[in-house]
């Protein structure tokens, strides 16, 4: 499949990029871009932020289906449903991001992205801790998992307006830090005993509780740039 995608871009998908902004190949320059945008700490901070929101939805991709089954009851054949509802979520956010959006700033709902998967993070603790019942940990992470898209693709926005000249390389490297810190957490994540809902939790918790940490850094080092 990657083989046959490669080509069809190869053939069909034309360059958009004007020529005089193209920049050829050369290891050099790829890797002093590379250096470049390690070194900028708040497009950094914006990547890491993003990594950690696809973190955890990485967590409940690795154990949801045990929590959910296993742990919940829900019968095999019906698990697709509740894994739906997330699509639908992720669906009905990147909708209201696409409206909102162009109002308030690729920034501002970046940060709003985050906010609702914290919220929505402490609550599923909260219902734990009280017991409260299946639905509230359904309802949390189809809230979560819908804002990934939200924060992905505002991240990627905010980020290439701080680097136009190599966004192929900004690209890339954000690309990178999302599935990377994803595989890491889901790994992780992999080798823990399940009892309860609880190590599923604690990794959402922890991916959005660094995800909000690496925003409010990125606040302020854009406040000390001012």
């Not at 742990?71 to 449903?81: L, W």
């Not at 894994?83 to 409206?99: D, E, G, H, K, Q």
């Not at 509230?136 to 680097?163: P, Q, T």
């Amino acid at each position: 499949m990657a083989l046959l995608a490669s080509l069809m871009i190869g053939l069909f998908i034309r360059e958009t990029l004007p020529a005089e902004r193209r920049q050829p190949f050369h290891l050099r320059t790829t890797l002093g871009n590379f250096a470049t945008l390690f070194r900028h700490k708040r497009v950094l901070s914006y990547m890491l932020a993003s990594g950690f929101s696809f973190a955890g939805m990485f967590s409940f991709l690795s154990a949801g289906p045990f929590v959910y089954i296993n742990i919940n009851h829900v019968a095999p054949q019906h698990f697709g449903y509740y894994f739906a509802l997330n699509i639908v979520f992720l669906f009905l956010m990147t909708m209201f991001n696409s409206r909102f959006v162009r109002r308030v700033g690729a920034l501002r709902m970046f940060r709003a992205g985050l906010w609702i998967q914290f919220a929505m993070a402490v609550w599923m603790v909260v219902c734990a801790l009280l017991d409260v019942g299946f639905w509230s940990l359904v309802i949390g992470v189809a809230a979560f998992v819908g804002c990934v898209s939200m924060v992905s693709s505002n991240a990627m926005a905010v980020i290439l307006d701080e680097f136009p000249h190599m966004a192929g390389t900004a690209s890339s490297l954000a690309g990178t830090f999302r599935f990377g810190i994803g595989a890491i957490i889901g790994a992780l994540l992999s080798m823990a005993t399940f009892t309860t809902a609880w190590p599923m939790l604690i990794s959402i918790a922890f991916c959005a509780t660094c995800s909000i940490f690496f925003s409010l850094y990125a606040s302020r080092r854009r406040k000390i740039a001012r």
